[in-house]
DNA sequence: CAGTATCCCTTATGATACTG
DNA sequence: CAGTATCATAAGGGATACTG
């Protein structure tokens, strides 16, 4: 429901649904199939339930997303029209992995992450019954340092306390090494080495970590050899290192 | 210089840069090559020259866009990030044009249509020589009403007022009707036929018309047989017709 | 040609608390 | 679980006039 740009233009039309603020992240969070209210809410932490909700009426006002109740479960997902929105969404994404010089500290959400990483459980992969694996961020706030990830091979749940079931690895990390490895911009093997990241726990299990998870859709993107310049920098509030460097 | 999301994910780093209302647009202004800032001016009227500068000065901070001073004349032009976004505004235009249903009638600026149609003309189609080529939607206010498109097997000019050459044709339209065409919704031979488009002039000339312009880019996009449903009707405020359909 | 300077004002949105 | 209610602030952006 953004403001009318006045123009015929099919790229004007179509951003004039998509260009507000967060709409195309709840595009992207809908991409791949039905969620819940409240998972929108943990893949889009900094957003306000009322906007959300905002946002969401725009989109099935739109055509773009549909809302299903049964009983009183409420579950949206994308129309054709919406999950044609998915290369679009892809595409943006592949552009950032590429061109984005830089994260800001204030970028790198545990929230986020863990949440990222339950959905992208590899199940097969998993040992049978239950592997609970703990991850530490040492230099984290103490209210975000620790969670859980309780899987199955049906299901994943993250935790942000302890859910009290035996801990199969635990998984020490530097907050920006485990995101990088998550982007494909490390590899879990040099994380390793580095000690950036570390695993306690049986050895087996410690070496079968890495394959428990897919990395986010977008780390098998090329990188530039030598960006030509990262985009981005002087975009974000400057950090004190940005200011430094 | 979007507000942060606070995350990782290349696609709210991506929409931290673009989604801010007309970026994207004046990226679509610069795909495909260097402009002056009054041609960019031209082709969104409906944009303030301050908001234009600004956005421009976030392109060319972010490393998008960069700005080409000779003299006194500047020009802007895509860094090779932004050209990496050309298939992004493409998609977007295609979905548009796949999936929008109605434009308002607030859509139809003659001006961006003249504007468009003059950096899409076929020169090699043309004849030799200056060729005018007048425009008049009667059912415009009046101000917006009569366009001249002066061209030759080099240049494409635009004029509200009339430049004083010899007209060689004249084409009077329905304005949607010629919006349509131009977006490829409506044949030439179908507009000619019903009359909503005639033109004037001598015959071999007044054949040759439709072939001096190449459509708008999307045109040759396919349409979906019967959209499952319209997209953004109800986005845009209710026009009258709206209301009664 | 290529922008700035103002000015006002709506609106978006962040934060927080609360409900069927 | 799935949202609403409320509020205050900031800021985004439209319009217009003016300048090197």
Not at 12 to 27: G, S
Not at 175 to 184: F, P, Q
Request: hydrophobic letters at 45%; one cysteine or more; proline letters at 8%.
């Amino acid at each position: 429901m953004g403001a009318s740009y006045y123009q015929f233009c099919p790229v004007a039309k179509t951003m004039e649904l998509l260009d507000e603020r967060w709409t195309l992240l709840v595009v992207r969070e809908l991409v791949g199939g039905d969620r819940h209210f409240n998972d929108l809410r943990r893949g889009l932490p900094r957003m306000s339930p009322t906007l959300l909700s905002k946002r969401l009426q725009h989109l099935v006002a739109a055509g773009i997303a549909e809302r299903h109740k049964s009983g009183v479960e409420v579950r949206y997902r994308l129309t054709p029209a919406g999950q044609e929105l998915a290369p679009i969404v892809a595409a943006l994404g592949e552009w950032g992995i590429r061109w984005i010089g830089h994260l800001g500290d204030q970028d790198l959400d545990p929230k986020i992450l863990l949440w990222d990483m339950h959905r992208r459980v590899d199940h097969d992969a998993l040992p049978s019954g239950r592997t609970v694996i703990q991850f530490e961020f040492p230099a984290v706030a103490a209210s975000l340092r620790n969670w859980w990830l309780v899987l199955t091979p049906t299901e994943a749940d993250v935790c942000d306390a302890d859910p009290g079931f035996d801990v199969a690895v635990h998984v020490t990390a530097d907050l920006r090494s485990m995101v990088e490895v998550w982007l494909g911009d490390l590899d879990w093997s040099d994380a390793l080495r580095s000690g950036a990241v570390t695993i306690q726990g049986p050895p087996d299990l410690r070496r079968d970590v890495p394959a428990w998870f897919k990395l986010i859709s977008f780390a098998a993107v090329p990188r530039l050899e030598r960006p030509a310049r990262p985009v981005g920098l002087p975009a974000a509030p400057l950090t004190p290192e940005e200011l430094s460097a």
